[in-house]
């Protein structure tokens, strides 16, 4: 059981908005670290989506944005296209684990 | 560009040894923290362990802790995970991961392929 809480799956068809949401606790997300997301495509490596909480790395679409509040956090996406299919992850850090940590992960479907 | 290649995957016995490599180029290698991340079969990423830029600090979750080592070579830019002690649940792709510096913001910005690590008899 992962110590970020994601919803297993979200859909939507071209073109919607469909968010993922990330919930932790009062040692992560709560306690003020920060979140990151990463998209996942099986078989590759990993992209950094968004870094502290909101931001957007070079080269990622304005259709991707992160927000957090408390001890939870969200992506969305807007204008879903069939290329945004794959797997996405939270990341934090947790200091009662003393370690980094993922959420377990939400596989998006493009209908 | 930023590229990172795993190595040194590969089908093992239960309770034998693996040495993974990682391979880094496109960046300045002693100034950047590295991190390994797993993903065990149909579950999501979990993290294996840091190394600080100039590995003094490193740091493992209690699945690998006292198993696991991580450390880095700066005259190859590599970076390394000696697993000893392999168990079955340690089955995965293992991903080695540079941490970026973004002003206050330390995401994994840099992700190799993966290697896949198969323990069973």
């Known amino acids: 059981q992962s110590v970020l809480t994601q919803p297993p799956s979200v859909s939507g068809a071209p073109g919607q908005r469909v968010t993922i949401s990330c919930t932790g606790s009062?040692?992560?997300?709560?306690?003020?670290?920060?979140v990151h997301w990463y998209q996942h495509l099986p078989g590759t490596a990993p992209k950094l989506l968004i870094y502290g909480n909101s931001n957007r790395p070079s080269g990622v679409p304005d259709r991707f944005s992160g927000s957090k509040s408390g001890t939870s956090a969200s992506l969305a996406i807007t204008g879903l296209q069939a290329e945004d299919e794959a797997d996405y992850y939270c990341q934090s850090y947790d200091s009662s684990l003393s370690g980094w940590v993922f959420g377990g992960g939400t596989k998006l479907t493009v209908l | 560009q930023v590229q990172l290649v795993e190595s040194g995957g590969g089908v093992v016995q239960p309770g034998r040894s693996l040495r993974l490599s990682c391979a880094t180029s496109?960046?300045?290698?002693?100034?950047?923290?590295m991190h390994w991340v797993r993903q065990a079969p149909g579950k999501g990423l979990e993290w294996v362990s840091f190394i600080s830029y100039d590995g003094s600090n490193k740091y493992y979750p209690d699945s690998v802790k006292g198993r696991f080592t991580i450390s880095r070579d700066y005259s190859k830019n590599t970076l390394y995970l000696q697993m000893n002690s392999l168990r079955g649940d340690d089955t995965g792709v293992y991903y080695c991961?540079?941490?970026?510096?973004?002003?206050?913001?330390?995401?994994?910005?840099?992700w190799g392929q993966g290697a896949l690590v198969t323990v069973s008899s």
């Open positions: 496109g960046f300045t290698f002693s100034k950047y923290a």
């Open positions: 009062s040692s992560n997300i709560g306690a003020g670290y920060d």
């Open positions: 991961a540079k941490e970026g510096r973004y002003g206050s913001y330390y995401p994994f910005d840099y």
